[in-house]
């Protein structure tokens, strides 16, 4: 995870050179430092260079979309934080980009205090606060399963020891689960707890993201013994026994 300092540095990747200048102007105003990129290869290029701390990403831009630059991203830098921009009322890309790993999405037009409060809060919950080395103790883990989530340091590991990769939003569901064992959660209390935003009744945001968690936790994602769905409710963390 790219470390977030005082000074978080944000890529903006827009092909409308207006707004990427606006947001560039109001992110620098308000303490960030920013990188801009017309589409997904200068955004390449701009990773390569420095990786930054979060990333605004268009879906639809000419070329290489937004989607696949995020793709790409997620899977070369784990931890860099995405926040995909959309047209409104176009649910499916919303799904698509949560399931490719984006950690969360503004509609467009937006407002650009809404932008900024949610880059912030990716942001925060991506931060990790590291003890001190003389006083580094085993961090507390919590078990999905066979897998061991570290809650101090917001990872996930599998039974051979190995981290597996996870998104800062899917870290905060597998936290939210436990700290509630045995206690099922509706999508109302998971879409406030655990991604800071409302949603409405076509949102599949929640259900895509457990399915992601069932692939890396359950030894039957088809039959999950652990992330269990509660019908007509929500869903349920069973420890294991």
Partial sequence: MPETTASPTVLLVDDEPELRAL?????????????????????RACVAERLPDVA????????ETGLSLARALREAH??????????????IDRIVGLEMGA???????FELRELLARVRAVLRRLQVTAAPAAMAVDPERV???????????????GTDGAEIDITAAEFDLLALFA????????????M??????????????IDLRVMRLRRKVERNPDKPEVIKTVRNVGYVYVPAS
């Fill in 78 to 91: 784990p931890r860099l934080a995405l926040v995909m921009l959309t047209t409104a009322g176009e649910a």
């Fill in 179 to 190: 700290r509630h064992p045995n206690r099922p959660l509706n999508r109302d209390q998971i």
């Fill in 143 to 157: 078990g999905f399963g066979a897998c061991q989530l570290d809650l101090a340091r917001r990872k996930l590991f």
């Fill in 103 to 109: 950690d969360d999405y503004v509609a467009k037009p």
């Fill in 56 to 63: 605004v990403l268009d879906i639809n831009m000419p070329g």
């Fill in 192 to 205: 406030e707890q655990a991604h800071n935003r409302g949603w409405d009744v076509f949102d599949r945001s």
């Fill in 23 to 43: 947001l560039a102007e109001y992110f620098g105003r308000n303490g960030f430092q920013v990188v801009q990129a017309e589409d997904a290869a200068a955004a």
